[in-house]
């Protein structure tokens, strides 16, 4: 396997496919998954030329089941770790949902150089827990739920989100796909108990919003307004306005997990960004 090891000892797992001195294209995963929630995306631009490189986040896939860490500070020096080992150079980073989160954060202190441009995907900035200054975000209530069923019986949660909220398959007139939900449940039950459990605080309530202020590249930033896990209204419009340079695209009625029920449609658009 392809891996780095960190300061304090963990693994991380990561895939690097296409030619060396091509730009690289860098995705970051959604909780609780792996870096193969991105096969639609890094099999198209690895057939557009591009280097393609996603990582297994600490505690999730392949990566080492570490003690602590997960959180948004450490998730973003893991991937400095990376990128520095690799020695990426004006690389797009790409993330969904939890891995929008971990960009914000890793390209607002990244090396001058390392980045060029970033998309989030339905991704979960500028905050997604409801507070006195975020009036629209959840309530607390709704995340010590994901906690208490992961704790109860980890395995039917990760059957139960993707057969509902995630892809939008609890919705009237759209068509389920187990493959879908199977490879979902996969890479989560690969990853480690504890830290999705803690990554649970990690995305709901890490407040991004200084992070995006301080982001100088383009960032692109699209969002389903079908969204049923981070809900649109306090997501992708507040993050597109808190950037210096942002591209606010949206996406009538899609889903959280787009990038995979809609790829078709996602991809080609991803590309037209990092092309400009």
Sequence with gaps: MSEITTTDGTHIYYK???????????FHHGWP????????QMLFFLAQ???VIAHDRRGHGRSSQSAGGHEMDTYAADVAALTDALDLRDAV???HSTGGGEV?????RAKPGRVAKAVLVSSVP???LRTE?????????VFDGFRAALASNRAQFYVDVPSGPFYNFDQPGVEKSQAVIDNWWRQGMMGAANAHYECIKAFSETDFTEDLKRIEVPVLVAHGTGDQVVPYDDAAPLSAKLLKNSRLKTYEGYPHGMLTTH??????????????
């Design 93 to 95: 980073h790409i993330g």
């Design 104 to 108: 914000a954060r890793y390209v607002a």
């Design 49 to 51: 030329g591009y280097r």
């Design 16 to 26: 690097d496919w296409g030619p060396r001195d091509a730009q690289p294209i860098v």
């Design 33 to 40: 998954l792996s870096a193969d929630d991105w096969d639609a």
């Design 133 to 141: 200054a975020n009036p629209g975000g959840l309530p607390l209530e």
């Design 263 to 276: 790829a078709d449609v996602l991809n080609p658009d991803l590309l037209a960004f990092v092309k400009e």
């Design 126 to 128: 500028p905050l997604m």
